[in-house]
């Protein structure tokens, strides 16, 4: 009895180590960061880049972050610039956070969607 026990305690130690969440914060239908003219633009019939995913994540070492927060800004702009548009069609917005204490973690979002150039240079 007593060595389930302790094996019991080791997992429930081991699982609150490795602690991670992600949060879907939404589909959207068009999503930009850029001043864009949609009315001049027919939107429905562009050539656009499909599944592109664009990330911004931020690495946490023995508590110490190695940058400023993570935003959804900069996960659009690493979409933009994979792809050289300004509007994601379809978007799916989520941010995620995993560490293990004392140790390494990661926080980021990530944007997920297809990617539309509007501007002609």
Aim: glycine share 10%; charged share 25%; with cysteine.
């Amino acid at each position: 009895m007593k060595k389930i026990i302790i094996a019991l305690c080791i997992f429930v130690a081991v699982s609150c180590f490795l602690c991670g969440c992600a949060v879907r914060h939404g589909d959207f239908t068009v999503l930009s960061n850029k001043m864009v003219r949609l009315s001049e633009f027919e939107l429905e019939k562009a050539d656009r880049d499909k599944d592109v995913v664009g990330e911004d994540v931020r690495h946490i070492i023995l508590f110490i972050p190695t940058g400023g927060p993570p935003t959804l800004e900069g996960a659009l702009d690493n979409a933009f610039d994979k792809s050289e548009g300004d509007v994601m069609t379809d978007a799916v917005v989520s941010s995620w956070g995993w560490w293990v204490p004392f140790i390494y973690g990661q926080a980021g979002w990530q944007v997920k969607g297809d990617v539309v150039k509007t501007r002609k240079h």
